[in-house]
């Protein structure tokens, strides 16, 4: 089946610990999105990236960092210096459309916890 | 700027009832396109209508219809006679023309059907 796989469901992190998170997908897209979830607010983007070996930081890119040296493969690594980092992680990824109109598919999301 | 807001942060139904959840959204652009999500306990993100801002046909599937008014800047979505299954968080997203595909999503709104 396609989709999007990311790893681990849970993640714990004591402070001062860089984590990263995996987010795999098999559906030949090329763009990709981490999103940042708190509770009580929507979807903020972290990073994007619509081709390998390319990555553009989005909202709150700040403590945070991105590879895509795989077309299937988006990792993010949540540095010591993000302030706060405990939160729900959304991957996702774009096909693309005539007229560029796309679809996204998300991940089942990675929530982290710093102890 | 891109915005998009959620008003009600909460809803609580009694099963059977309808219920209506707001959007409201800001955007310069012409182009433009809107969505919905589903967000069930589990975390992931079920799409749910993507509508571009050329089409402002309402559309019904099923127990779900939306409303699509450009002159109020809303797309709201409605669901008929709610059932428990459809306690989730709901959030709208906005999608302007370009190439980054970037999705701005409201605040979201949490949906509780109760039995």
């Known amino acids: 089946d396609g989709g999007i796989t990311q790893s681990p469901k849970y993640l714990f992190r004591k402070e001062g610990q860089n984590v990263t998170l995996s987010c795999e997908q098999n559906?030949?897209?090329?763009?990709m999105y981490w999103y940042r979830q708190d509770p009580g607010q929507g979807l903020r983007l972290i990073y994007y990236s619509q081709i390998v070996n390319d990555f553009q930081k989005g909202d709150i890119a700040e403590g945070y960092s991105v590879s895509r040296e795989k077309k299937e493969s988006f990792p993010l690594t949540v540095t010591s210096a993000q302030k706060n980092p405990t939160a729900f992680y959304l991957c996702?990824?774009?096909?693309?459309?005539?007229?560029?109109?796309?679809?996204?598919?998300f991940g089942p999301g990675t929530r982290l916890t710093v102890l | 700027a891109q915005k998009v807001t959620q008003a009600q942060t909460e809803i609580s139904v009694v099963e059977k009832e309808d219920v209506t959840l707001d959007c409201v959204y800001e955007t310069r652009d012409t182009t433009y396109y809107l969505f919905w999500y589903k967000q069930p306990p589990s975390g992931e993100l079920v799409f749910l209508i993507r509508?571009?801002?050329?089409?402002?046909q309402n559309e019904i599937s099923g127990r779900y219809s939306w409303n699509f008014q450009k002159s109020t800047s809303s797309f709201n979505f409605t669901i008929t006679a709610s059932q428990v299954v459809d306690s989730a968080v709901y959030f709208c997203a906005l999608r302007i023309s370009g190439n980054t595909g970037k999705l701005i999503f409201g605040q979201g709104t949490t949906l509780q059907v109760k039995p």
């Open positions: 509508r571009n801002s050329f089409d402002e």
């Open positions: 559906l030949n897209h090329d763009a």
């Open positions: 996702a990824s774009r096909d693309y459309l005539a007229g560029g109109f796309g679809s996204w598919f």
